[in-house]
């Protein structure tokens, strides 16, 4: 099975190889019919501390490396 990849913004970088990126997503509410927009935050690797605050990254699906961490930095998309 292939492994989920994400594209989101970094939330916060103040954990030592860890960054908290927040991807969002849209969907309609099924009730309203409106569209609404929800922001998921996942705790993701980075090893060499490379991410900054506000970094459009993407995240690809790992094996538990800690209580919270289930994802690793694939790559910087954009710099902030």
Same mark, same amino acid.
């Given at each position: 099975m292939p492994k989920k990849v994400y594209t989101g !913004?970094?939330?916060?970088? !103040?954990?030592? !190889?860890?960054?908290?990126v927040g991807v969002a997503r849209l969907y309609q509410h099924p009730v309203y019919k409106k569209t609404v927009k929800k922001l998921t935050k996942f705790k993701a690797h980075d090893e060499e501390n490379r991410c900054k605050v506000g970094d459009l990254v993407s995240i690809i699906e790992a094996r538990p490396l800690s209580k919270e961490k289930r994802w690793a930095v694939l790559e910087i998309i954009e710099r902030a």
């Open positions: !913004k970094v939330l916060s970088d !103040k954990m030592n !190889k860890t960054v908290v």
